[in-house]
């Protein structure tokens, strides 16, 4: 399986909110993804020392998306509305700054949709 890391994020899948996220992949790099394909999803880098933490499957292909562009409803699925409630910082930024920096200040990325399968115990 190949891995994708969540960092900050992290809680939000583990609790079983976040079902996309946004990655800046280059275009060969997001071909690779497909519905249907199975990642191992880490709670960083491995190289940073990170650990799999689940198994999540593609719902659908990576789609190149502006930021701008993103659904209202997408706030929830990235796990912002979860983790803002429980005060988590996304990568230092308040989850609702973080998306409206990404209203006021488009860029594309691609949109990943998935599904938890499975949260890996690590004993």
């Keep these: 399986m190949r891995p994708i ?3 900050w994020t992290t809680p939000a899948l583990l ?3 976040k079902t996309v996220t946004r990655r800046d992949w280059k275009a060969t790099h997001a071909a690779r993804h497909h519905a249907g394909d ?3 999803a880490y709670d960083r880098q491995a190289r940073y020392g990170g650990k799999q933490v689940a198994v999540i499957r593609l719902t659908a292909d990576p789609v190149l998306e ?3 562009a993103a659904p209202e409803s997408d706030y929830q699925a990235e796990g912002f509305e979860w983790l803002q409630d429980r005060g ?3 990568d230092k ?3 609702r700054a973080l998306w409206t920096a990404w209203r006021v200040f488009p860029r594309d990325l691609w949109v990943v949709r998935f599904e938890l399968v ?3 115990r690590r004993t």
């Design 5 to 7: 890391s969540f960092a």
């Design 15 to 17: 609790a079983g909110v």
């Design 38 to 40: 199975l990642l191992a």
């Design 66 to 68: 502006s930021t701008a």
């Design 88 to 90: 988590i910082k996304v």
């Design 93 to 95: 930024l308040d989850p």
């Design 118 to 120: 499975e949260i890996v």
